[in-house]
């Protein structure tokens, strides 16, 4: 990825990334500004959240990072934060809620760091996946450091992804119900949430990548850099959400209440809904002129329709970890479709692990197309999480005799293994399928 394509609005210049040590004065920390608003939707001035790979170690947003870390841990806010991301009473994982509730909890996050640091516009640095690695900071500077990361100095996202068999379609052009994880209207399943691609594909991915702490969600915050990466992930919204028209977001989503969340000075902030979330100016900040998504949410090409008729299969079991749907040669010959998994799985609580989706041809075992739904270790308190993904690439090829959809729960290959394997539940598939004539 060239900086040129990385240019900041307001006629901010990129930096290069300099290999340079931080100077000894960054860690004295600087005198605490009370004066910040406690309140969320206080209004502020515009800030920038920019690349961490366009910003000089010497950057004062890094700096004044580096110098709040030391100082939250010793206030004890750094342990609510990790106390606060474990509580998975919020739903903010494996549900609709994931990206509102992240947005909130990061912009408290970041007005903790602008109070201690003295820096009161400092913007947090996103971690731009593309650029394919964890920036080296995060092994040089003991402040950034976290025990047991288990993705190794300069290893490549892709190259990963390459030997652990994932692959990944496109994601920015999902809609609402897929991105963010609605659930499965008319059915039993209408009362379940569900998380959405944007949660199980890159998300979820990134934290198998990085592990140690990253590798868990009861722990992830303890890793300084879990924060730049949900700005990623906010970013990604924001790409997402400039596409949309106005009244994409359902009623029930506007109307779910946020809350758990704790101010600059430790009170108990009163909960928001997901409504008041939509506009990251809201909350005095925006993100520079790079709309490119991350490589996993390219775009996906679309084809044209004629006539459509509406299925439903659910999936037959061969054993604890695999499922299959047979789809007939009919249904398979259509154009196109509009496709929905329903994908229900009890992953290992300790470790992330895995759900595969493979089409193959029945006739000759083409594959037509795969999947990966990561899922990290949440501890014991969850159980059973639900996914919704998009299967529309499932259609298209032709000559195939019927279709073969296989879900497979497996563990992450490369990384610790967990104390207990993940199993696969259920897996229901609804189609809006295509046909020509």
């Known amino acids: ?32 500004n009370p004066s910040l608003p406690t309140t969320v939707t206080a209004p502020r001035p515009r800030r920038f959240r920019k690349p961490i790979s366009s910003l000089n170690r010497r950057d004062p947003d890094i700096a004044a990072y580096r110098t709040a870390i030391p100082l939250m841990k010793a206030s004890g806010y750094w342990d609510a934060q990790i106390a606060l991301h474990s509580n998975m009473n919020h739903r903010h994982h494996g549900s609709w809620r994931f990206l509102p509730w992240h947005r909130l909890q990061l912009v408290w996050f970041e007005r903790q760091v602008a109070r201690l640091s003295g820096k009161a516009d400092f913007s947090m640095p996103y971690w731009d996946w593309d650029d394919d690695r964890v920036p080296d900071l995060f092994y040089d500077d003991p402040v950034f450091q976290a025990p047991g990361r288990e993705a190794g100095r300069g290893e490549s996202i892709r190259g990963f992804l390459a030997n652990t068999g994932q692959r990944f379609t496109g994601r920015i052009t999902d809609n609402f119900a897929t991105f963010f994880g609605r659930p499965r209207a008319g059915t039993v399943q209408a009362s379940r949430y569900y998380s959405g691609s944007c949660e199980w594909s890159g998300h979820n991915m990134i934290h198998g990548f990085v592990g140690g702490d990253m590798g868990r969600l009861d722990r992830s915050p303890n890793d300084p850099l879990f924060w730049m990466h949900h700005a990623n992930i906010d970013r990604i919204w924001s790409v997402w959400n400039a596409r949309q028209s106005a009244g994409v977001y359902p009623l029930a989503w506007r109307n779910e209440s946020l809350g758990g969340f704790i101010d600059t000075l430790g009170r108990p902030v009163p909960s928001a809904l997901a409504s008041t979330t939509l506009d990251t100016a809201t909350f005095g900040y925006a993100y520079p002129v790079d709309t490119t998504p991350p490589v996993v949410f390219l775009a996906a090409p679309t084809q ?54 493979v089409a193959t041809a029945k006739n000759d075992g083409r594959e037509l197309f795969r999947d990966t739904i990561n899922m990290v270790g949440m501890g014991h308190v969850m ?36 104390e207990s394997p993940a199993y696969l539940d259920t897996f229901i598939v609804d189609a809006r399928v295509k046909f020509a004539g």
């Open 304 to 357: 044209a329709v004629t006539r459509v008729k509406d299925y439903a299969w659910a999936m037959k079991r061969v054993d604890a970890f695999t499922g299959v749907i047979d789809i007939s040669p009919a249904i398979a010959a259509g154009l196109s479709a509009t496709a929905v998994g329903y994908v229900e799985a009890t992953p290992d609580p300790t470790a992330t692990s895995l759900v595969n989706l």
């Open 383 to 418: 159980g059973s999480q639900g996914h919704r993904v998009t299967l529309d690439s499932v259609w298209g090829a032709r000559n195939t005799g019927g279709i073969r959809l296989t879900a497979t729960a497996a563990p992450l290959s490369g990384r610790k293994a967990g």
């Open 1 to 32: 990825m060239s900086f040129d394509r990385r240019a900041l609005l307001g006629g901010l210049s990129a930096l290069s990334f300099s290999v340079g040590g931080l100077s000894a004065g960054l860690a004295e920390a600087a005198t605490p």
